[in-house]
């Protein structure tokens, strides 16, 4: 539905984006989904912080000014040490999937978009369920590495943003993609993120169903 989006500058005022990440109550991943720690939801107490991520992201497909439109938004900040190396590769199952990159100094930590080669991997509920376990645990452990490097060969690196401070990436949540954290950096350093997952949109259609309406109508 949606094409991947890189956003240079996306707040106006970054520095009081991360005192708010020093407000809130911070908690293991629910359900293993990620590692490292993750915020309350800040739809609670920081509406007006979401909803400004939400029309800027929006923007950069709609003129919300033409347009109704409907949805629901779910928001975190996301703690991420850098021992967890790179993500598995997984799809959020959201409408679309915005990632804001908040760590200072800290530019080669971003995020891959990733095409799957095959229809079937050997053993793939097994790992992506054994994800819980590991992030329990917060340990990257052998045989979470050795699971996490097989799954992962079997997609292809389409894209790769990196994380510059205040900039952010937005991506259709259907999307695979994974967390890139290369080798050789400070174990004890951390990936801060704000991530922001919307949903249930009731919105026009996007570029693949138009596409598929003007080639039809072309007879391409």
């Known amino acids: 539905m949606f094409f991947t989006t890189f956003i240079q500058n996306f707040f106006d005022f970054p520095e009081d984006v991360l005192e708010i990440s020093k407000q809130v109550e911070w908690h293991k991943g629910k359900y293993g989904i990620s590692p490292g720690f993750r915020s309350s939801p800040l739809e609670e107490n920081f509406s007006r912080l979401c909803r400004y991520i939400t ?48 760590s200072k100094n800290l530019n080669n ?48 690196e389409l894209a790769r943003v990196n994380s510059v401070f205040n900039s952010a990436i937005v991506f259709d949540g259907h999307d695979n993609h994974c967390m890139h954290i290369p080798d050789g950096l400070n174990q004890e350093q951390e990936r801060l993120t704000l991530t922001q997952f919307i949903d249930k949109t009731i919105l026009p259609e996007g570029p693949s169903l138009r596409f598929s309406k003007s080639r039809s109508k072309f007879q391409i």
């Open 55 to 102: 029309i800027k992201v929006l923007s950069q497909y709609y003129n919300l000014m033409d347009i109704e439109y409907a949805l629901t938004s779910d928001s975190y900040f996301n703690r991420v040490p850098l021992k967890h190396g790179t993500g598995i590769t997984h799809r959020d199952a959201t409408t679309l999937t915005c990632i804001i990159f908040l």
């Open 109 to 156: 930590c971003g995020t891959k978009i990733m095409k799957r080669n095959k229809f079937i991997i050997p053993n793939e509920i097994q790992i992506q369920e054994s994800r819980k376990a590991h992030f329990d645990i917060d340990e990257p452990t052998p045989e979470w590495i050795k699971n996490r490097d097989y799954y992962n060969s079997h997609f292809t």
